[in-house]
């Protein structure tokens, strides 16, 4: 019922910038915790930025000052803005919304569909 759609990635060189965004389709009356996610070379998941409902933001000491997540309201919307990417960091990245409420009511969680991202030199 509440889909999650990112958007924004794409190629960029090494060394550069990207910004992701997710659209959340509902009004959010609240939820326990908003992050992004990307996937491993095994197609595990792991953690690249958490944000709370009163913002405080957590990230991976790897990802500390490469990554900023934040969330607007108003647009219901939340972002991963990512600079001095490397090609490591070429994933597909997936937007997360845990312990929600909408119109529809109550919902564990919901995952984006992803959005691929290239780094190159």
């Known amino acids: 019922q509440v889909q999650l759609v990112e958007s924004g990635g794409g190629l960029v060189q090494a060394g550069g910038s990207l910004k992701l965004s997710c659209t959340i389709s509902?009004?959010?009356?609240?939820?326990?915790?908003m992050a992004w996610y990307r996937q491993t070379p095994d197609e595990e998941r792991e953690l690249v930025a958490d944000?709370?409902?009163?913002?405080?933001?957590s990230y991976p000491d790897s990802m500390k000052g490469r990554v900023t997540i934040s969330r607007d309201g108003e647009k219901n919307a939340m972002y991963l803005a990512m600079n001095n990417l490397k090609p490591e960091d070429s994933r597909v990245y997936f937007c997360?919304?845990?312990?929600?409420?909408?119109?529809?009511?109550?919902?564990?969680?919901?995952w984006g569909e992803g959005t691929q991202v290239t780094v190159s030199t």
């Open positions: 997360y919304l845990e312990g929600f409420r909408s119109r529809y009511g109550y919902t564990t969680s919901a």
């Open positions: 509902e009004r959010i009356f609240s939820f326990n915790r």
């Open positions: 944000i709370t409902p009163a913002g405080t933001t």
